[in-house]
DNA sequence: CGCAGCACTTGGACCGTTCCAACTCTTGCG
DNA sequence: CGCAAGAGTTGGAACGGTCCAAGTGCTGCG
């Protein structure tokens, strides 16, 4: 029988019970030399002797040893680590920008701490805190956030970028977006060039929702349709576009219903597409619809949707460039980028049947 | 102009350009205390009186004081933080899971740090080797590992818990999951129960592409449809469903092509919704379809799939239950939860048209 | 008045690293 | 031979918290 526990008046040299994880200085003890050394091995140092080296990288093997960050973290006062806030894991366009993101800041050695906006209902002012108490590197803000208000004041103590969304503007904190009322235009002209006169744009919330709506409205204006376009608004989700489609789309409504629409995003198109299937309108024939995002429920040939790209791996490609340079230069002032999007064409828009709507 | 550095002989008491976030000791100095005092208040310790409380309180707010999380787990030996390995962000069911999750989790003051498996090309070593520095509190696995050989030595050593997968079974680690074979025959008994008699599976990969069609295989054998079974494999992308359905639904298919299709997941489920438009076959009337995960996709009205509810939510609620549970008592044999699945009846099934195929 | 007991407060050890100054050998050169 | 230079190695002081044993007053009782 082993004796469980140290026999009075022995040091107690190891508690029973919990054995701890093994230390830097239980490496040094094994391989017989200082905590020091190991810590040189550890970082790669090239004055260690190939002889002292191979013992510290045995004695890490045969205890399982690793490094705890923490402590590492302390005294460098640096963590490594990146605070990515999404605010809608259910919105799909976002994975894109992680993926950007990633390549990018793993190259650099960061790695990613996400956070839900939504999915803890935390306030801007909360997941502020608990970034500040991790003490992130940085900081990026995908899409919109319900509450900017603690941001302004993260965004003075730690690298911070905003991506997909162009506000709130901080002095300290960059912003990298796609142009969407650029990408606005570019579906409205599309539309506009097949022959539609009569088009519906359906719109989303908060500033994204205002620039793709702005873009639409002064496309049309330019082309001197403005009376004839039609704005009608939504949330962004299924749901709702497909509430709107049936209100823009009913034939109850007065004068000639639109032979297109622009909608907001993806989701909301695809409301829209439902509505019109319920309506006994064929897409393309009877109507032509065009979404936002490009993501890949556009890409399912069973909705096959002409979309937006809003170039989301680059957004978060050079989302992590501003954050290393910004990391690199915290003072700099805040730069405002705009990625340029592009209209991707699949199946859902045709030229109105018949030439009804083509006159002016 | 001021002195940018301070000058020689002076005891250099502020370095000069990075001040650093203050510390507990600032907070002590300005209220007036010593800094035991100030961790007390922080830990809304009781024996405080509330004078001294007060002034801490407003140091805090004063110097904008936030904890360091690190040098606080250092010592107290917990980070607080359960580490969540996900395999993919691009499937929508891990979002209900994390959600589930979440809610436990957070009400017990821990946090979730996200990894996609996927996202960095990190093998099953090396994210294990991350969370280790990182000395995670648990770990979750959402879903399947491309590799799970550093699994094992992991849950050696932390509380884990298997969340959507019933591999690899470890001595300690548990297992939430839903009851693949059973939704697989809730599945098959429904479009059984509707007269389809030659009903086609679309299989996927990995242990759960294997229960289903178990399942599946299983029921048709009870019901002495053996023969009538089919089964196709796929890679549970949509582009593999599409492709898995013109081969399995092509008229130039020697004998009759099946009235029925239960697909692996809903994402495959809406290959097949796309090859049977394009072969001009209408669902539900040419063609029933079920899919397996109801996710939102299936809720989509223009696709409005049939699709077995897997609970994602309650198992990632259970996962986090056991989780907690582990942690408590880290030695507690292995534990494998089965949460029953339910069948989610939209528009996508139908009994077969006109009896073709009713008959044994 | 002396002192036990309570309420509150404090200094210091410790957690597991990194970093720096200092130490010990060798080696080579004048 | 003496010593500077360099390579390799080391102890100890941080880093910013928590926790514990010990301290300080103050009150009330014998």
């Known amino acids: 029988m082993e004796r469980s526990n140290g026999s009075p ?17 239980g490496v040094a003890e094994r391989a017989g ?3 020091s050394l190991v810590s040189l091995v550890l970082q790669g140092s090239p004055r260690v002797s190939d002889a002292k080296r191979q013992a510290v990288l045995e004695a890490i093997d045969e205890l399982g040893y690793r490094p705890n960050a923490a402590a590492r973290s302390l005294v460098a006062r640096r963590t490594h680590t990146i605070g990515v806030l999404l605010n809608d894991m259910r919105n799909p366009w976002f994975v894109d920008v992680l993926d950007g993101l990633n390549s990018l800041l793993h190259a650099h050695g960061l790695r990613m701490l996400m956070a839900d906006g939504r999915l803890d209902r935390r306030t801007g002012q909360e997941f502020a805190r608990a970034f500040q108490e991790l003490r992130v590197d940085g900081l990026v803000v995908v899409g919109t956030l319900p509450d900017t208000t603690g941001l302004a004041e993260v965004a003075e103590r730690l690298p911070t970028v905003i991506a997909g969304n162009h506000e709130p503007r901080l002095p300290r904190a960059d912003i990298v977006a796609n142009d969407d009322e650029r990408g ?4 409205t002209e599309h539309l506009i060039g097949l022959g539609h006169r009569k088009i519906a744009h359906l719109a989303g919330q908060g500033l994204v929702g205002d620039l793709r709506r702005r873009g639409f409205e002064a496309t049309m204006r330019d082309h001197g349709l ?3 376009a039609v704005v009608e608004s939504g949330d962004g989700t299924e749901e709702g576009g497909y509430r709107a489609a049936v209100r823009l789309l009913s034939p109850a409504r007065g004068g000639r219903r639109p032979t297109a629409v622009f909608a907001f995003n993806d989701l909301s198109g695809i409301g829209v597409l439902s509505a019109a299937g319920e309506l006994g309108l064929d ?20 909705l096959w949707l002409n979309s937006v790209n809003n170039a989301s791996h680059e957004v978060g490609r050079r989302a992590a460039r501003c954050l290393l340079d910004r990391m690199a230069h915290p003072d700099a002032p805040a730069a405002h980028q705009l990625v340029t999007p592009e209209l991707e064409i699949r199946g859902s828009t045709a030229p109105p049947w018949d030439g009804v709507g083509a006159a002016p």
């Open 9 to 25: 008046g022995e040091p107690p040299k190891e508690r029973s019970g919990a054995d701890r994880p093994p230390t830097i200085r």
């Open 33 to 35: 030399v200082s905590k």
């Open 184 to 187: 606005a235009r570019l579906a």
């Open 226 to 228: 403005a009376a004839n």
């Open 283 to 302: 897409v393309p024939a009877d109507l032509s619809l065009v979404g936002y995002d490009n993501t890949y429920l556009s890409r399912i040939r069973h």
